[in-house]
């Protein structure tokens, strides 16, 4: 294996490399993905047959606290790609763990949310426009579900074998996904309960 | 300490929660469904952009050509079938 060491560690081989590359081309498929259920969305968004509509389910504070959490998780782990290229495994360490907890803080919000619409008599099956906001806001809080998960058994492995080509490259590549989801929350944030409350 | 916080990524940060700060005027303010859409639209792309070149470093490697092509081509179908299709079932045209 060949390791060029003028690159970040992530980017050192080629198969580092093109496993980025490839990463890049997963997330296309994602914005496809996220697109249709957008599309979806945007379709039965009045549809609201006897359920509530958006305007009146939607409550402005547990959206903002889950933006400015989910946000502030997108920086951490970016100090934390940045730490590890500084190859201060301790401070990325530090990063990673608080973006996980904050995503676990989004991820409660949103629990907390979803009983609040069930409550009020939202659910999945009670109109088109129900349907599809939990199954677009669903998609979208499982894939922060699976990146938790993903994200500590990263941590596991950097703890046990320390910063190596692979490791950095698995955890660049994992930054890269819980950019994504940041990503797609602010088109969530905007034009589903945003351009709902307005 | 300071190393760890590069200014870069900082600026980057406030300018995100300044965004979002802008977005939510929509919520705030009495405005037209027009306006607003328009702000938030400029808002998310910005936003988006921001998160893809200074936190996802898109930019960075030998294949940029390839990744930023990917990423718009992505973009392009995913507006092309969301406006495609409410263009046929919502706008009626």
């Known amino acids: ?198 | 300490m300071k190393e760890l916080f590069p200014i870069k990524q900082v600026m980057g940060f406030a300018f995100s929660l300044i965004l979002t700060a802008v977005a939510l005027l929509v919520y705030f303010l009495d405005m037209s469904f027009t306006a607003g859409i328009t702000i938030l639209l400029v808002t998310a792309f910005i936003q988006a952009g921001l998160q893809l070149v200074v936190f996802m470093h898109a930019g960075e490697t030998e294949d940029k050509g390839a990744i930023y092509s990917n990423v718009y081509f992505g973009i392009l179908v995913a507006l092309v079938t969301i406006f495609g299709t409410l263009l046929i079932f919502v706008w009626d045209m």
Do not use: C
């Not at chain 1, 997108?74 to 990673?96: P, V």
């Not at chain 1, 998609?139 to 703890?159: A, D, E, N, P, R």
């Open chain 1, 1 to 198: 294996m060949k390791i060029d060491h003028s690159l970040p560690l992530e980017y050192s081989t080629e198969e580092n490399r093109l496993k980025i590359f490839g990463f890049w081309i997963f997330l296309g498929a994602e914005i496809m993905l996220f697109a249709t259920l957008f599309t979806s969305y945007f379709v039965y968004e009045h549809r609201t047959g006897n359920g509530p509509s958006g305007a009146e389910i939607f409550e402005i504070t547990p959206v903002l606290m889950e933006t400015i959490l989910l946000l502030a998780s997108s920086f951490t782990i970016g100090l934390g790609i940045h730490a590890m290229r500084l190859g201060k495994q301790k401070a990325m360490m530090t990063f990673f763990s608080v973006t996980l907890v904050l995503g676990l803080g989004f991820l409660g919000f949103e629990i907390f949310e979803f009983v609040t619409y069930i409550h009020e008599g939202a659910g999945l099956s009670t109109s088109g426009f129900t349907s599809m906001l939990l199954t677009t806001l669903g998609t979208h809080g499982l894939h922060v579900t699976f990146g938790f998960f993903w994200g500590l058994s990263i941590i596991l492995q950097v703890k046990k074998r320390g910063l190596t080509p692979e490791t950095a490259n698995k955890s660049f590549i994992f930054s890269l996904y819980w950019h994504f989801l940041d990503v797609v929350w602010i088109f969530i944030f905007s034009f589903i309960y945003l351009k709902g409350m307005m």
